[in-house]
């Protein structure tokens, strides 16, 4: 769910809602050619701290460095020293920055030629020119230009370079710069070409599928810019896999006061234009680019982490740009042993999440995320307690037990207080602190207690239950992977403080007091972590109708499948095959359709020719030929053993009666895993509603929120999405299916 401001929230729950507002950009870019630009040529000259990577891959530029040019270096604190050369350092982005005043670039294709590309996008930066030319293999076209970001959709066909020249700088002599270089352009639509627009997003709450995003746009074509029979029509130039962003505002006063919401990212899978109109079909990262097989399992005996599986398998299917994928740190610390079986790299990231209890999804900017879905164990600690305080149990909503202190005003005379016992053997009591205050409330060594998740949270809501005495101030210090979240400062709290404060992701909570009664120890009871969600969906502003109801089959019980690999006995042969070599063909793969090992490969009826494994899994073997190849037929043969596999269950037990759930992830081979995912799939199954919902449609939700749906009798219950279905022309509505969360 999208973070809103407290006015956009205000709004939809309107009985009549403002102006909704729609944005979307179709990429049209050449992928082929993006994917291979470069300006590494000789002919080029740039800077020492010029980057001529980073400025084909999206990359931003926000830290520039001042430098002795006309009209370019500022004074405001906005700019930034330039290191010299010979520093060895790292330098910020600063993109392209030519050598030369009025210097060019030439930028080529990793040698490939006859590229059709429809437009160019150019963000040159606030010095740009103001007049330029671009040399291709067609010829050199003249350019007029008044912004800092250039864009032509001239056609440059049959293409394998350009040289950009600046003819005249809007601050005279300077350097031209590129911040960012696209083959293609960006068309982009609003309310009044967009017709209609449906978004339909998935995600399994125990990801037992893979999840899916569709879209589907219709944007007016009278103008013919789509149309097959215009010579100059766009449509001739997309191609599958181009970013389709769009993106939903809202009048949050109903005086032109819009909130835009993020972007969400699909990439194109369908489209076809009438004269009427032209429509467009979309697809996720998972459809459109993990549908490759991964074959790299292997069976390890030490173990690897949950954490660099998912990498590699993110990294085999192309996905290695960090800003591609988040995947949850906390499963650095969940280790599995048993090999991925040969399946799509979605497959396995759906395998390697369930294995975790994590959620799979894709975030609106088309980044895959392995995200902790469960409420973790939470362990409490300080810097300094009292022999008889049990810091841990403030993490425990139980009746504490309190000894008379010498706290000022601290011990009441009503038989609540106990005297302290001599001999140990101390009651249940919460957090005592060391350090006592001075006459004025403050400590030598402020007190501090550290709240430390098993993985990240989100919650929305806190209670602090303080015993007898009340700190003046306190800090609430939340943390994700240390790098501060949030910081709230408290001042004169009841013995209960509470607060609404959205805590946005964290795995570490501070409580760091400040300042204290005058004399007096920190008494904490009880800290209780509110809602996860502050979102209900009502029936008098949101709802369009009754919602429907399913009650699931009761659970009796839930038995999880643990694989237990041991080695075999007997060679086999696990793959053969026999090949005629083409001129400098040496390599080639060999599958194998059970997780295998000890490999080894032989050549067969040809002694002139051998062979070695290159690299190897539980799944496959690259091999590598030597000797007289070309035109020759080679037979060879893998041999190795076969991994046997013992079945062992871990059932628990929920009702007398019902259905026998089994469930069976082959990474799972521990019973402590196994325990573990039980609990997290009883939590599903057990919330044994499931619920269609009819709405009016919020572009803030996503697929796995929860929210809380207010039943007839005005009661609520917390629910979980699993499919949310938003659709636009003109108005928002929406469908939601979901089911009873049991947390």
């Not at 002795?68 to 350092?89: C, I, R, T």
């Not at 037929?633 to 076969?642: D, H, M, Q, T």
């Not at 269609?692 to 979980?720: C, H, M, S």
Request: charged residues 25%.
């Amino acid at each position: 769910m999208q973070d809103v401001s407290q006015a956009y929230k205000q709004g939809m729950k309107q009985p009549f809602r403002n102006r909704g507002y729609i944005k979307v950009r179709i990429g049209i870019v050449n992928s082929k050619a993006q994917e291979n630009v470069e300006a590494g040529d000789a002919r080029n000259q740039f800077t020492y701290f010029s980057d001529n990577e980073r400025v084909f891959d999206a990359y931003t530029v926000d830290r520039i460095y001042a430098v002795g040019e006309q009209d370019f270096s500022k004074v405001d604190g906005s700019m930034y020293f330039l290191p010299g050369e010979e520093a060895g350092l790292e330098f910020y982005n600063n993109g392209i920055v030519t050598n030369q005043l009025l210097g060019s670039v030439y930028i080529s294709f990793s040698g490939i030629a006859g590229l059709d590309i429809k437009g160019l996008t150019i963000n040159f930066g606030e010095c740009y020119p103001v007049r330029l030319s671009i040399a291709s293999d067609s010829g050199t076209k003249i350019y007029e230009n008044d912004r800092p970001l250039f864009v032509t959709e001239d056609v440059f066909d049959e293409t394998s370079y350009f040289v950009i020249t600046p003819l005249a700088m809007v601050n005279g002599e300077g350097r031209m710069r590129l911040y960012q270089f696209t083959c293609g352009i960006s068309n982009n639509f609003s309310n009044k070409e967009v017709k209609s627009y449906t978004f339909k997003d998935y995600v399994s709450s125990i990801t037992d599928v893979i999840p899916s995003q569709d879209m589907s746009l219709t944007i007016d074509n009278q103008n013919l810019y789509y149309s097959p029979d215009n010579p100059e029509s766009t449509i001739a130039y997309m191609e599958q896999g181009q970013e389709i962003k769009v993106a939903f505002g809202y009048d949050v006063t109903g005086c032109g006061n819009i909130e835009w919401l993020n972007e969400t990212t699909t990439y194109l899978k369908t489209w076809s234009a009438t004269d009427v109109e032209a429509k467009f079909t979309a697809v996720d990262i998972f459809d459109y680019k993990l549908s490759g097989t991964y074959y790299r399992g292997m069976y390890r005996e030490t173990g690897i982490s949950l954490y660099d599986l998912a990498i590699d398998v993110l990294h085999d299917a192309g996905v290695i740009d960090e800003r591609e994928y988040f995947v949850d740190p906390y499963l650095q610390d969940v280790i599995v042993y048993n090999p991925v079986p040969a399946v799509k790299h979605s497959e396995a990231l759906q395998i390697i999440a369930n294995a975790g209890r994590c959620a799979l999804y894709v975030d609106r900017q088309g980044s895959i995320h392995l995200q902790s879905s469960f409420i973790p164990d939470m362990t409490a600690f300080s810097n300094g307690e009292t022999a008889y305080s049990h810091v841990s149990n403030i993490l425990v909503n139980d009746k504490k037990d309190a000894y008379a202190l010498h706290s000022r005003d601290f011990s009441p005379v009503d038989g609540s207080i106990f005297f302290m016992p001599s001999d140990g053997g101390y009651l249940n009591t919460g957090y005592i602190s060391e350090q006592v205050s001075d006459n004025n409330g403050d400590f030598e060594d402020n007190p501090r207690v550290f709240i430390h998740l098993e993985s990240g949270f989100i919650c929305y809501g806190l209670i602090i239950r303080f015993r007898n005495t009340a700190p003046k101030t306190f800090h609430i210090r939340t943390y994700y992977q240390n790098v501060p979240v949030q910081d709230v400062l408290v001042t004169d709290p009841a013995l209960e403080y509470a607060t609404n404060e959205h805590f946005r992701l964290f795995d570490q909570m501070e409580l760091v007091f400040i300042k204290g009664q005058p004399n007096t120890r920190i008494t904490l009871d009880h800290i209780f972590f509110g809602d996860v969600t502050d979102y209900t969906i009502s029936r008098t502003y949101n709802l369009r109708g009754a919602p429907t109801a399913i009650r699931q089959n009761k659970i009796k019980s839930i038995a999880v499948k643990r694989s237990l690999y041991r080695k075999g006995q007997e060679q086999k042969d696990l793959f053969s095959e026999e090949r005629i070599f083409d001129a400098g063909d040496k390599e080639c793969l060999a599958y194998f359709s059970k997780a295998s090992y000890g490999l080894s490969v032989e050549v067969e009826d040809n002694a002139s020719v051998s062979a070695e494994i290159l690299d190897y899994s539980s799944y496959y073997a690259r091999l590598r030929f030597t000797g007289d190849l070309e035109g020759v037929s080679v037979k060879y043969v893998v041999k190795g053993y076969e991994y046997q596999v013992d079945e062992h269950y871990m059932r628990m037990m929920h009702n007398g009666s019902g259905e026998e759930k089994t469930w069976s992830n082959p990474l799972i081979s521990t019973l402590e895993m196994a325990k573990d995912l039980e609990e997290w799939l009883a939590a599903y199954f057990l919330g044994d509603v499931d619920y269609q919902i009819t709405w009016n449609g919020d572009p803030r939700t996503e697929a796995n929120d929860l929210f809380y749906l207010e039943l007839k009798d005005r009661e609520k219950v917390l629910i979980r999405a699993y499919q949310n279905e938003l659709k636009f022309s003109g108005a928002w509505s929406g469908t939601i299916k979901a089911r009873k969360a049991a947390l």
